[in-house]
């Protein structure tokens, strides 16, 4: 029996004061990319409109391929 992975509570920590409606900056590295993934489960589970923008292309397309709206 598969168990689903356990949630990244720091990842979640780091974007629980984001909001609908807010320009959310996009870090690179590790840490970010935990970041990116918990901030899309939010915006998937509390149908947040949010628009990123980002610092490497790496986490743009990671934000992108979690269906986040990301800018230029």
Do not use: F, W, Y
Not at 8 to 13: I, Q, S
Not at 17 to 41: Q, W, Y
């Amino acid at each position: 029996m598969a168990t689903s992975p356990a949630p990244d509570a720091l990842a979640m920590t780091a974007v629980e004061s984001i909001r609908s409606g807010m320009v959310v900056g996009l870090g690179t590295g590790r840490a970010a990319a935990r970041a990116i993934r918990a901030l899309a489960d939010r915006v998937k589970h509390e149908n947040l409109a949010i628009t990123c923008v980002s610092t490497s292309i790496a986490s743009a397309q990671l934000a992108e391929s979690l269906a986040l709206r990301v800018l230029p």
